[in-house]
């Protein structure tokens, strides 16, 4: 498929003190995902009408070099929801999410939270700049045979494989770095908390259950 070259894309958190740009490569990933960890962490910012009807929390794949903060990068938070979890980075002032990463500041991947893009509303547009939806991932065990659930990407090989195809080349082009989240010496410019399982127990017990059709 033929994705559209993308230019700049205007970054804002819901209240505007973090603002920023995206470039993300024509070959950007753009992804749903309904897995339950990214539903208990817009549960954990009291953030959940960021989700569709389906608990999808929609995602672009890039490289950390492809993101700036230009603005109000003092508001950058971190959440882990286990001590293995990924880093979930948000805006502290309004609680909106940013971006997910792997907790090393080697890794060239982002995910970064279309929930944080500054673009109008209307799907052409966005697909315009965004490119189109590659896949909806994940979440299968809450949403199959359940009706007038969208369809989920059985097995999201082609997905993974995107990821990698992103993480390896853009660790050849070394757009590991600069990163928002990490610091030239590899350290998080924030110290992440670090939820206990108690904490992540009660956001798993606010995802919805779908009656199956
Ligand atoms: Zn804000
Ligand atoms: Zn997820």
Known sequence: MKRPVTTEIPLRCTCGALRGRARPSP??????????????????????????????????QMTPARIELSQGADQLACV????????RWYARCCSTPIANTMASAGMAFAGVLVALVDLPADAHTRD???????????????LSGVQGAPKLALFPLLTIARALRLMIGGKLRG???????????????????????????????????????
């Open 27 to 60: 070959r950007s990933p753009r992804l749903i995902c309904h897995c339950d960890d990214c539903q208990c962490y817009m549960h954990f910012l009291e953030r959940g009408e960021l989700m569709d009807d389906w608990g999808g929390s929609e995602v672009l």
């Open 128 to 142: 315009e700049a965004l490119g189109p939806m590659t896949a909806r991932v994940n979440g299968r065990a809450r």
């Open 80 to 87: 882990r929801l286990s001590p293995k979890g990924l880093m």
């Open 175 to 213: 757009e590991h770095q600069p990163s928002p989240f990490f610091d030239e010496g590899g350290a998080p410019r924030v110290t992440p908390q670090v939820l206990s399982e108690s904490e992540r127990d009660e956001l798993r017990a606010r995802l919805p259950t779908y009656p199956r059709g």
